[in-house]
């Protein structure tokens, strides 16, 4: 296959449309298909208060929900390959207690949630509680999280819960006696040479880091510091939540995941990503793999209305996603800082599929 530049350029032209128009500050987009790689293209600005910075091709993003495919869910693919985990390994094998005691269908349901229902976000655990507005340290937060019950029967329903994703990270870290970032690093990023991707950025970096909102807590714009409340409350490292990357280091990612696809030596084994991009909630509220959000060809789907029913992706809600359709060879990265200064711009949600619609039309036999 191949690209018609005209028609990628108007694709990129979407972006710098909505930016010009200032619906969003700034974002840094990327396409590949196949070994071809077209961008990143910078845009606008990186910030607007409280001292204006223009947007460049390197600037660090905080990736918000792409953690939970680009770090966590790749480690528990990682652990598959290598005989670590299983699907269906319990959550209460190594979260002793979790669940016992509690009175209750809820209670008694814990027992039941697997490490599937945690990556397809069927575990029955609520979307979202404010863990920051828990007094104490981490740990303490954490400890919070264990005693909340669940929601529905795990298997059932897929609720998308940065709970679960939260709850996953720290198994991952008792499996392995690894912090997770620490497991981040060395399972995933080093290995795709993805060198400007992690957690807690130090502060030399802060710099060039794409700036979020106004934290009330700390009283100033975030500039490299995690937006999302709950990592922030968990010390910046989370499994929903907290890496910092750029455009170029996710194209590294999204051309790993095709090898594996192609059945090429790749990171992960062909058979855990054919896996992990398949539908395992048929009949649900939404299409889930191992971490990967399915388009299933739906309606109102990121990828918008061009990309193949086989695509897959992820979103997070500083603006960012990262979307792959196998069957063209194709990825399109998207980054952006619409909650900047404030999480009331909602452009993105429009400006997403618009840019993959141009992206899809522009790929040829």
Same mark, same amino acid.
């Given at each position: 296959?191949?690209?018609?530049?005209?028609?990628?350029?108007?694709?990129?032209?979407?972006?710098?449309?909505?930016?010009?128009?200032?619906?969003?500050?700034?974002?840094?987009?990327?396409?590949?298909?196949?070994?071809?790689?077209?961008?990143?293209?910078?845009?606008?600005?990186?910030?607007?208060?409280?001292?204006?910075?223009? /947007?460049?091709?390197?600037?660090?993003?905080?990736?918000?929900?792409?953690?939970?495919?680009?770090?966590?869910?790749?480690?528990?693919?990682?652990?598959?390959?290598?005989?670590?985990?299983?699907?269906?390994?319990?959550?209460?094998?190594?979260?002793?207690?979790?669940? !016992?005691?509690?009175?209750?269908?809820?209670?008694?349901?814990?027992? *039941?949630?697997?490490?599937?229902?945690?990556?397809?976000?069927?575990?029955?655990? &609520?979307?979202?509680?404010?863990?920051? !507005?828990?007094? +104490?340290?981490?740990?303490?937060?954490?400890?919070?999280?264990?005693?909340?019950?669940?929601?529905?029967?795990? +298997?059932?329903?897929?609720?998308?819960?940065?709970?679960?994703?939260?709850? %996953?990270?720290?198994?991952?870290?008792?499996?392995?006696?690894?912090?997770?970032?620490?497991? !981040?690093?060395?399972?995933?990023?080093?290995?795709?040479? /993805?060198?400007?991707?992690?957690?807690?950025?130090?502060?030399?970096?802060?710099?060039?880091? !794409? &700036?979020?909102?106004?934290?009330?807590?700390?009283?100033?714009? %975030?500039? +490299?510091?995690?937006?999302?409340?709950?990592?922030?409350?968990?010390?910046?490292?989370?499994?929903?939540?907290?890496?910092?990357?750029?455009?170029?280091? %996710?194209?590294?990612? &999204?051309?790993?995941?095709?090898?594996?696809?192609?059945?090429?030596?790749?990171?992960?084994?062909? =058979?855990? /990503? =054919?896996?992990?991009?398949?539908?395992?909630?048929?009949?649900?509220? *939404?299409?889930?793999?191992?971490?990967?959000?399915?388009?299933?060809?739906?309606?109102?789907?990121?990828?918008?209305?061009?990309?193949?029913?086989?695509?897959?992706?992820?979103?997070?809600?500083?603006?960012?996603?990262?979307?792959?359709?196998?069957?063209?060879?194709?990825?399109?990265?998207?980054?952006?800082?619409?909650?900047?200064?404030?999480?009331?711009?909602?452009?993105?949600?429009?400006?997403?599929?618009?840019?993959?619609?141009?992206?899809?039309?522009?790929?040829?036999?």
């Amino acid at each position: 296959m191949r690209v018609d530049p005209k028609r990628l350029e108007r694709a990129f032209g979407v972006v710098e449309r909505f930016v010009g128009e200032g619906q969003i500050p700034g974002a840094v987009a990327l396409v590949g298909l196949g070994e071809q790689v077209y961008g990143p293209r910078a845009y606008g600005w990186a910030a607007l208060e409280p001292k204006r910075r223009p /947007m460049e091709v390197e600037t660090l993003f905080d990736l918000a929900s792409l953690t939970k495919v680009v770090a966590t869910a790749a480690i528990a693919w990682r652990l598959l390959d290598e005989g670590v985990i299983r699907l269906d390994d319990r959550a209460c094998a190594f979260l002793p207690g979790y669940g !016992a005691g509690e009175r209750g269908a809820s209670g008694a349901w814990k027992g *039941e949630v697997t490490l599937r229902h945690l990556l397809t976000h069927t575990s029955g655990l &609520a979307a979202w509680e404010p863990l920051a !507005a828990v007094p +104490g340290t981490p740990e303490e937060r954490f400890r919070r999280l264990l005693t909340y019950p669940l929601q529905h029967r795990p +298997g059932t329903r897929v609720v998308y819960s940065c709970l679960g994703y939260i709850l %996953l990270g720290r198994i991952l870290t008792v499996v392995t006696g690894q912090p997770l970032d620490q497991l !981040a690093r060395e399972l995933i990023f080093e290995p795709l040479g /993805m060198q400007a991707t992690g957690f807690c950025p130090p502060e030399a970096v802060r710099a060039r880091t !794409a &700036a979020t909102e106004h934290a009330p807590d700390l009283g100033r714009i %975030l500039e +490299g510091i995690v937006h999302d409340e709950n990592a922030r409350a968990l010390g910046g490292v989370a499994g929903n939540a907290g890496l910092f990357g750029t455009a170029a280091d %996710l194209a590294r990612f &999204a051309q790993e995941v095709l090898k594996a696809l192609r059945g090429e030596e790749a990171l992960w084994s062909p =058979a855990v /990503m =054919a896996l992990a991009t398949r539908s395992l909630t048929p009949g649900m509220e *939404e299409e889930r793999g191992l971490g990967w959000q399915l388009s299933g060809g739906r309606p109102f789907s990121p990828a918008g209305d061009l990309f193949s029913p086989r695509s897959f992706g992820h979103t997070g809600f500083t603006g960012t996603s990262l979307w792959i359709d196998p069957d063209r060879e194709l990825y399109a990265i998207l980054l952006t800082n619409r909650v900047h200064p404030s999480r009331e711009n909602q452009a993105h949600l429009r400006l997403r599929p618009l840019f993959h619609n141009g992206v899809a039309a522009a790929v040829l036999a």
